[in-house]
């Protein structure tokens, strides 16, 4: 109806996506032809068939196999062009891609051919896009500080760094020293925190690394005065509606706890998390938590002045978008 048209044509921005997670079956069986890979899937069919997830981390599992095709500078490229595609056509006008490089340079793919190839898509893209290099939090922060070296030389291509994969059992402070450091090097830091994990993990994303974003977040509502707190302190969530029931964090959009956490005056905004994974890019979020929960076109506006007042964009070209 109307909502959804309002919804759909409004400039919004993107601030959790996983450019891995854009990798639609389509691009992963051509890149496996283009790159002699076996998959271990016949068909594209039979790949999307196995998209029936029952937490993260059996998402996990395929969307590190999904990412085993990428091998060449151009393979990160085109994965990168087709979503910024996608942004365009979702009124998507600014977009803080996350990237994953130790899934790669693990399988002996250079940190320089992961980061020129999507830095590359985002200059030749009219969305403006900047990259955000996340740490996979199952592996040790020993790893994560090799990793931070290895992309110390493309320091100038990075706005941040995250913090995702595996939640439960990789509290945020096995990597205080590494966040630590990359605040030293004036990079932005959010880190995935109360997505599956408990709030002690959101307070200590906070105060032990130091965040300024929090990625997903929706499990704050269980700490009455840490949700005061966040609140107060304007520290923004990046809720991602399909992939919340897509990992049964919610068993359906109608549980979905956004309306709760707008009431509860935080700057919470609508993002597509993995969409090739999980049904769809911002304007089927958009869409899903429209359809289902008790939203108004003034929350519309409220989600998408959000987006842009929790991006990392400086001020000035903030305002033009706000
Ligand atoms: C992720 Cl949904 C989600 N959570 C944590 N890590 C991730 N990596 C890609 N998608
Ligand atoms: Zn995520």
Same mark, same amino acid.
């Not at 004036?186 to 709030?199: K, Q, R, Y």
């Not at 032990?208 to 977040?217: A, T």
């Not at 549980?255 to 998390?273: C, E, F, I, P």
């Given at each position: 109806?109307?909502?959804?048209?309002?919804?759909?044509?409004?400039?919004?921005?993107?601030?959790?996506?996983?450019?891995?997670?854009?990798?639609?079956?389509?691009?992963?069986?051509?890149?496996?032809?283009?790159?002699?890979?076996? &998959?271990?899937?016949?068909?594209? $069919?039979?790949? =999307?068939? *196995?998209?029936? %997830?029952? #937490?993260? /981390?059996?998402?996990?599992?395929?969307?590190?196999?999904?990412?085993?095709?990428?091998?060449?500078?151009?393979?990160?490229?085109?994965?990168?062009?087709?979503? &910024?595609?996608?942004?365009?056509? $979702?009124?998507? =006008?600014? *977009?803080?891609? %996350?990237? #994953?490089? /130790?899934?790669?340079?693990?399988?002996?793919?250079?940190?320089?051919?992961?980061?020129?190839?999507?830095?590359?898509?985002?200059?030749?893209?009219?969305?403006?896009?900047?990259?955000?290099?996340?740490?996979?939090?199952?592996?040790?922060?020993?790893?994560?500080?090799?990793?931070?070296?290895?992309?110390?030389?493309?320091?100038?291509?990075?706005?941040?760094?995250?913090?995702?994969?595996?939640?439960?059992?990789?509290?945020?402070?096995?990597?205080?020293?590494?966040?630590?450091?990359?605040?030293?090097?004036?990079?932005?830091?959010?880190?995935?925190?109360?997505?599956?994990?408990?709030?002690?993990?959101?307070?200590?994303?906070?105060?032990?690394?130091?965040?300024?974003?929090?990625?997903?977040?929706?499990?704050?509502?269980?700490?009455?005065?840490?949700?005061?707190?966040?609140?107060?302190?304007?520290?923004?969530?990046?809720?991602?509606?399909?992939?919340?029931?897509?990992?049964?964090?919610?068993?359906?959009?109608?549980?979905?706890?956004?309306?709760?956490?707008?009431?509860?005056?935080?700057?919470?905004?609508?993002?597509?998390?993995?969409?090739?994974?999980?049904?769809?890019?911002?304007?089927?979020?958009?869409?899903?938590?429209?359809?289902?929960?008790?939203?108004?076109?003034?929350?519309?506006?409220?989600?998408?002045?959000?987006?842009?007042?929790?991006?990392?964009?400086?001020?000035?070209?903030?305002?033009?978008?706000?």
């Amino acid at each position: 109806e109307q909502l959804r048209q309002a919804v759909t044509a409004m400039p919004k921005a993107e601030l959790h996506i996983h450019i891995e997670g854009s990798l639609e079956p389509e691009l992963i069986f051509a890149l496996a032809e283009r790159n002699g890979v076996r &998959l271990a899937y016949p068909s594209v $069919d039979a790949l =999307r068939q *196995a998209y029936a %997830f029952k #937490d993260l /981390q059996s998402f996990l599992d395929i969307y590190y196999a999904g990412a085993s095709v990428l091998l060449q500078e151009q393979d990160f490229y085109d994965m990168t062009a087709a979503f &910024l595609e996608r942004c365009e056509r $979702d009124n998507v =006008r600014h *977009a803080e891609i %996350f990237f #994953d490089p /130790q899934t790669h340079t693990a399988r002996g793919v250079a940190m320089e051919t992961v980061v020129s190839g999507i830095h590359r898509a985002c200059q030749d893209s009219p969305v403006s896009a900047t990259l955000i290099m996340c740490f996979l939090r199952h592996l040790s922060e020993e790893d994560a500080l090799a990793t931070l070296d290895a992309a110390l030389p493309h320091r100038d291509k990075l706005i941040g760094v995250g913090l995702d994969s595996s939640e439960v059992g990789h509290p945020p402070e096995k990597f205080a020293r590494v966040f630590a450091r990359c605040r030293d090097l004036g990079l932005h830091l959010v880190a995935h925190a109360g997505e599956e994990g408990p709030p002690a993990y959101i307070a200590s994303a906070l105060d032990v690394l130091k965040v300024e974003r929090l990625d997903h977040g929706v499990r704050i509502l269980e700490d009455a005065a840490l949700t005061a707190r966040v609140a107060r302190e304007g520290i923004a969530l990046t809720v991602c509606p399909l992939s919340n029931t897509k990992l049964r964090v919610f068993d359906q959009m109608r549980d979905h706890n956004l309306v709760q956490l707008l009431d509860a005056g935080l700057l919470a905004t609508v993002n597509s998390d993995d969409p090739a994974y999980f049904g769809g890019y911002m304007n089927d979020n958009f869409i899903a938590v429209f359809e289902s929960l008790p939203l108004t076109l003034a929350h519309a506006k409220t989600l998408a002045r959000n987006s842009f007042a929790a991006s990392f964009l400086p001020a000035e070209q903030k305002r033009r978008f706000l």
